[in-house]
């Protein structure tokens, strides 16, 4: 059982910038595939960003490609999500996610989900 504490989240004005982290319990954390994903009030989840075991390979939305980047760190058994050039938009609770398959999009590949941290970006 992998447990993921984020951390990171809070209130930030438009265009500001936030890191949100994914601390893993698991030692074997190098061997997950992790994600971030996002859910704003009365919407699905959506996916934000992935990335590959070793850290090799990214993923990202459209709506986030080219101002969040997603990076780990396996010595720390952490993941986290740069998030730059915020939009109100973006306001929404960040969950990361970790799963045994590489890239994917849909929530329904990913078997341990943290609690998640909300991110508010407004003036």
């Known amino acids: 059982q992998v447990q993921l504490v984020e951390s990171g989240g809070g209130l930030v004005q438009p265009g500001g910038s936030l890191r949100l982290s994914c601390a893993a319990s698991?030692?074997?954390?190098?061997?997950?595939?992790m994600g971030w994903f996002r859910q704003a009030p009365g919407k699905d989840r959506n996916f934000v960003a992935a990335?590959?075991?070793?850290?090799?390979?990214?993923y990202y939305a459209d709506s986030v490609k080219g101002r969040f980047t997603i990076s780990r760190d396996n010595a720390k058994n952490t993941v986290y999500l740069q998030m730059n050039r915020l939009k109100p938009e973006d306001t929404a609770v960040y969950y990361c996610?970790?799963?045994?398959?590489?890239?994917?999009?849909?929530?329904?590949?990913?078997?341990?989900w943290g609690q998640g941290t909300q991110v508010t970006v407004s003036s």
């Open positions: 698991e030692r074997t954390f190098s061997a997950y595939a």
């Open positions: 990335i590959s075991w070793s850290g090799g390979n990214t």
């Open positions: 996610a970790a799963g045994s398959y590489s890239g994917r999009k849909n929530s329904t590949y990913y078997d341990y």
